[in-house]
């Protein structure tokens, strides 16, 4: 039996023996490649490759024919997307040793029982030393390959899963994972986030797309193989621009508890990258943790679920969080996800500031009790000390240190971006947002927090291309359409701005007094001001700031400011950015604005 081609093969003459290429080995030396990007390009792009199905584990072959059109496909689509051709001859890569690329050292095998779940945990972290070590040299040196020296960003793309059993699928998204954020540490690299790498998995993309799409100069793919009580990773440094290797590498090891060579593996970093990372990052980069992998398991899917800014999702998040600390409760990490999703509750969910205050702050400090050099916890507790108890100069200070530890922390620079945007510094906001979507472009809340900080400035049509990005990634976040709404009653577009509240109430289901203040508001700016006023007296509106912003439009002061220290006492989250809010400049003359401020700590405007 026969596997039949893949479609990108149905193009020129029908094949014949005469152009037949009967393995791996010949298909890849007929592409000018090595095996391993060819059966990349198999998984990731639809290389035509046929399968004898007559034994266990098949043969494969292939047409030169079909081959030379699947490579005329590819060249047109990456021409059309703006990339350099996408068939690029590799030049051989030197030797390692010959290079002056010193071997990582040889280590001994450990015998305890690949079942045991710390041998799990362990073969990752210490598979992941390895990777870093020899990455890190690559990208820091650049010796063999003049376009190594040029690398300043990398993706590190969903590992495979070639495991037989599917109760190892968890060995590729740890990798994938741990390699991350490991890497994610030095500061002469940017790293994108996992999330925005995330979205390529399982999709036929060029290289050279993901490389445009996530403005990187290189990335690590490849595949994780159990077998028999061993692990094997296949790892390849790709140039993504061209699709170019830098290097490809193997690692094959006992699935055992590899703890004892933490201080090879460091021994092998130190050396390689030495001179580009300080004493503070080798540390972090060689340490093994002794976590419970289910509880890791457990946190990563409530990262997952916690991002995706729905609240429904951010229920889910919480749970997995506490699965997590239940399993290990010296774990540091589910504790700050518990902080980043009780303070989102509050700020971007049903519940009020004084509701999620206490938990949000409680599990800030149980992670900073356990890891004091944790970016996520740090960011975490940053929020409560700014959002909650207003103290914006300690905020500031902590948040710099989360900076400090991870520059690549999306957690980090989205939070110092909300702080320093309540604060009124928006160019400073902007370029921390700015980090945060060079992190991970493919986040729909970073784009619309983008888009919001950009409506501040008064930079509209910037804001709404931001927040039309991020209906794109997220169509069912109705805040988006909500904040597009705002951006359009500021730019005179009425009809346009009753639109998008309208949209966002459908995508949340939610009564129109929800967004009753933001429709009171634009019919004012309208000139429907009988509208706005019978609007405001039904709905009987929660939302003190956004009631301010209505009386503010009709001109009636004296109960704006009644509002606004209602809200106040009441610690009403609206609050957080009244600063910049231009529905309240028109507040900004009269002294009872300096005194609100004052409430707040956030001194005059």
Same mark, same amino acid.
């Given at each position: 039996?026969?596997?039949?081609?893949?479609?990108?093969?149905?193009?020129?003459?029908?094949?014949?023996?005469?152009?037949?290429?009967?393995?791996?080995?010949?298909?890849?030396?007929?592409?000018?490649?090595?095996?391993?990007?060819?059966?990349?390009?198999?998984?990731?792009?639809?290389?035509?490759?046929?399968?004898?199905?007559?034994?266990?584990?098949?043969?494969?072959?292939?047409?030169?024919?079909?081959?030379?059109?699947?490579?005329?496909?590819?060249?047109?689509?990456?021409?059309?997307?703006?990339?350099?051709?996408?068939?690029?001859?590799?030049?051989?890569?030197?030797?390692?040793?010959?290079?002056?690329?010193?071997?990582?050292?040889?280590?001994?095998?450990?015998?305890?029982?690949?079942?045991?779940?710390?041998?799990?945990?362990?073969?990752?972290?210490?598979?992941?030393?390895?990777?870093?070590?020899?990455?890190?040299?690559?990208?820091?040196?650049?010796?063999?390959? /003049?376009?190594?020296?040029?690398?300043?960003?990398?993706?590190?793309?969903?590992?495979?899963?070639?495991?037989?059993?599917?109760?190892?699928?968890?060995?590729?998204?740890?990798?994938?994972?741990?390699?991350?954020?490991?890497?994610?540490?030095?500061?002469?690299?940017?790293?994108?986030?996992?999330?925005?790498?995330?979205?390529?998995?399982?999709?036929?993309?060029?290289?050279?797309?993901?490389?445009?799409?996530?403005?990187?100069?290189?990335?690590?793919?490849?595949?994780?193989?159990?077998?028999?009580?061993?692990?094997?990773? /296949?790892?390849?440094?790709?140039?993504?621009?061209?699709?170019?290797?830098?290097?490809?590498?193997?690692?094959? $090891?006992?699935?055992?508890?590899?703890?004892?060579?933490?201080?090879?593996?460091?021994?092998?970093?130190?050396?390689?990258?030495?001179?580009?990372?300080?004493?503070?990052?080798?540390?972090?980069?060689?340490?093994?943790?002794?976590?419970?992998?289910?509880?890791?398991?457990?946190?990563?899917?409530?990262?997952?679920?916690?991002?995706?800014?729905?609240?429904?999702?951010?229920?889910?998040?919480?749970?997995?969080?506490?699965? +997590?600390?239940?399993?290990?409760?010296?774990?540091?990490?589910?504790?700050?996800?518990?902080?980043?999703?009780?303070?989102? $509750?509050?700020?971007?969910?049903?519940?009020?500031?004084?509701?999620?205050?206490?938990?949000?702050?409680?599990?800030?400090?149980?992670?900073?009790?356990?890891?004091?050099?944790? +970016?996520?916890?740090?960011?975490?507790?940053?929020?409560?000390?700014?959002?909650?108890?207003?103290?914006?100069?300690?905020?500031?200070?902590?948040?710099? $240190?989360?900076?400090?530890?991870?520059?690549?922390?999306?957690?980090?620079?989205?939070?110092?971006?909300?702080?320093?945007?309540?604060?009124?510094?928006?160019?400073?906001?902007?370029?921390?947002?700015?980090?945060?979507?060079?992190?991970?472009?493919?986040?729909?809340?970073?784009?619309?927090?983008?888009?919001?900080?950009?409506?501040?400035?008064?930079?509209?049509?910037?804001?709404?291309?931001?927040?039309? $990005?991020?209906?794109?990634?997220?169509?069912?976040?109705?805040?988006?359409?909500?904040?597009?709404?705002?951006?359009?009653?500021?730019?005179?577009?009425?009809?346009?701005?009753?639109?998008?509240?309208?949209?966002?109430?459908?995508?949340?289901?939610?009564?129109?007094?929800?967004?009753?203040?933001?429709?009171?508001?634009?019919?004012?700016?309208?000139?429907?001001?009988?509208?706005?006023?019978?609007?405001?007296?039904?709905?009987?509106?929660?939302?003190?700031?956004?009631?301010?912003?209505?009386?503010?439009?009709?001109?009636?002061?004296?109960?704006?400011?009644?509002?606004?220290?209602?809200?106040?006492?009441?610690?009403?989250?609206?609050?957080?950015?009244?600063?910049?809010?231009?529905?309240?400049?028109?507040?900004?003359?009269?002294?009872?604005?300096?005194?609100?401020?004052?409430?707040?700590?956030?001194?005059?405007?």
């Amino acid at each position: 039996m026969t596997q039949e081609p893949s479609p990108a093969a149905s193009n020129g003459p029908a094949p014949g023996a005469s152009d037949r290429l009967d393995s791996w080995k010949e298909v890849a030396a007929y592409l000018k490649r090595d095996v391993t990007t060819a059966q990349r390009w198999e998984r990731r792009e639809g290389l035509p490759i046929r399968r004898h199905l007559h034994d266990k584990q098949g043969s494969v072959y292939a047409f030169q024919s079909e081959l030379d059109a699947w490579q005329r496909a590819r060249t047109l689509q990456s021409e059309q997307s703006g990339g350099p051709p996408a068939r690029v001859v590799e030049p051989p890569r030197p030797d390692p040793e010959s290079a002056g690329v010193p071997a990582i050292p040889a280590v001994d095998r450990l015998t305890v029982s690949p079942r045991q779940w710390l041998g799990r945990l362990s073969v990752v972290a210490v598979l992941v030393g390895l990777l870093v070590a020899s990455v890190s040299f690559g990208v820091a040196r650049g010796r063999g390959s /003049s376009t190594a020296s040029r690398i300043t960003s990398l993706v590190v793309l969903p590992l495979d899963d070639l495991s037989a059993d599917p109760a190892h699928a968890y060995l590729a998204a740890g990798l994938t994972e741990e390699l991350t954020a490991r890497l994610a540490q030095l500061r002469s690299l940017r790293v994108v986030s996992r999330t925005s790498a995330m979205a390529f998995e399982g999709r036929r993309v060029a290289l050279p797309t993901i490389g445009q799409e996530l403005q990187v100069d290189a990335a690590l793919a490849g595949s994780v193989r159990y077998q028999d009580g061993r692990v094997k990773v /296949s790892i390849q440094l790709l140039h993504a621009p061209t699709d170019t290797h830098l290097w490809t590498r193997d690692f094959e $090891r006992e699935a055992a508890d590899l703890l004892q060579l933490q201080s090879d593996v460091a021994a092998a970093v130190a050396n390689e990258v030495r001179v580009q990372i300080t004493p503070e990052e080798l540390a972090r980069l060689t340490s093994v943790p002794a976590v419970n992998p289910k509880a890791h398991e457990e946190y990563l899917l409530g990262r997952y679920l916690l991002w995706k800014f729905i609240e429904e999702d951010r229920l889910r998040a919480i749970e997995h969080f506490h699965r +997590a600390i239940s399993l290990a409760p010296e774990y540091a990490a589910p504790y700050a996800g518990l902080a980043h999703a009780w303070w989102m $509750r509050g700020v971007l969910g049903p519940l009020s500031l004084k509701e999620v205050a206490s938990p949000a702050r409680d599990a800030a400090l149980q992670a900073l009790a356990r890891d004091d050099r944790l +970016a996520e916890a740090h960011a975490a507790h940053a929020y409560v000390q700014g959002m909650f108890d207003w103290d914006w100069g300690g905020a500031e200070a902590t948040i710099e $240190r989360a900076v400090e530890l991870e520059p690549n922390s999306v957690d980090a620079r989205y939070v110092y971006a909300l702080l320093l945007m309540a604060m009124g510094r928006l160019p400073e906001a902007i370029s921390q947002i700015e980090r945060a979507a060079s992190v991970d472009p493919l986040s729909a809340q970073v784009q619309s927090t983008f888009g919001r900080i950009l409506y501040r400035a008064g930079r509209l049509d910037e804001a709404v291309a931001r927040l039309n $990005r991020a209906v794109e990634l997220e169509p069912r976040n109705s805040g988006t359409y909500s904040r597009l709404g705002d951006v359009y009653d500021q730019m005179g577009r009425g009809d346009e701005a009753l639109r998008m509240f309208e949209k966002a109430r459908s995508v949340s289901q939610r009564p129109i007094a929800a967004y009753g203040a933001q429709v009171a508001r634009t019919y004012a700016r309208m000139g429907r001001t009988q509208d706005a006023r019978e609007l405001l007296a039904n709905l009987q509106l929660r939302d003190g700031v956004g009631t301010a912003a209505v009386h503010t439009a009709l001109g009636d002061l004296d109960a704006a400011f009644a509002a606004l220290f209602r809200a106040v006492e009441a610690r009403d989250e609206g609050l957080l950015f009244i600063k910049s809010e231009p529905n309240l400049k028109g507040l900004h003359a009269d002294p009872r604005w300096a005194g609100l401020l004052q409430r707040m700590r956030l001194g005059n405007s």
